[in-house]
């Protein structure tokens, strides 16, 4: 009775399992690096998040907003009270009056950046809030957008609670955010769109 062959058949289905568990390893580490965000930084300490953010494009809006969608009488500002927040030294944020909406830029999301955060400044009514709209593109079927009501304090820039991102069993997807004055009061400053690339880890 030979045993070589058995032996032989043995080495075979090792080499096979090796083989298929790298593929699953790589297919795993080339799902969770569908989105590449190597430069996020500890913006939110001074609110007591230690997680780590990166902007999305144009986030600080110093870039002019390249890439947003200002609609209904949202527009730029400075002013020099907006420096230092959310780890930003710069002074250009978006106003957002009842009725206007701001959108940005598309970005990349996926498994692995499941939030996003933003900086904001109620300049208007107190009882006035934000509407929060993520749409997205490039996926399989249709995704419903998701809505998200938020209010600030007056006068005093503070960032939003974490807001989910949904990818549910796609690689990646497009989002973007838009940003509606939505009380006829509203009447707020937007900044620093931050997105969470770690939160999961």
């Not at 208007?124 to 709209?133: N, S």
């Not at 809505?147 to 989910?164: F, I, M, Q, R, Y």
Request: glycine share 8%.
């Amino acid at each position: 009775m030979s045993i070589a062959a058995p032996k032989h058949r043995l080495v075979l289905a090792a080499m096979a399992t090796v083989m298929f568990v790298l593929g699953l390893a790589a297919y795993a580490s080339s799902a969770n690096a569908a989105c590449s965000y190597p430069e996020a930084e500890q913006v939110f300490t001074p609110w007591n998040d230690n997680g780590f953010y990166q902007l999305a494009p144009d986030g600080t809006l110093a870039g002019g907003g390249t890439g947003w969608t200002l609609e209904g009488g949202a527009e730029l500002v400075s002013e020099s009270n907006l420096r230092g927040h959310a780890g930003s030294e710069e002074e250009t944020a978006v106003s957002l009056p009842f009725g206007a909406t701001a959108t940005s830029p598309p970005f990349c999301v996926d498994e692995t950046t499941p939030n996003f955060r933003f900086m904001m400044r109620n300049i208007g009514d107190k009882g006035g809030k934000i509407r929060v709209t993520v749409t997205y593109a490039n996926t399989r079927k249709v995704v419903k957008a998701k809505n998200s009501d938020v209010h600030g304090d007056l006068e005093e820039w503070a960032p939003t609670p974490s807001l989910k991102l949904e990818t549910g069993d796609e690689p990646e997807r497009e989002a973007r955010i838009t940003f509606t004055a939505k009380d006829p009061k509203s009447n707020y400053l937007v900044d620093d769109l931050y997105v969470d690339p770690f939160a999961r880890h």
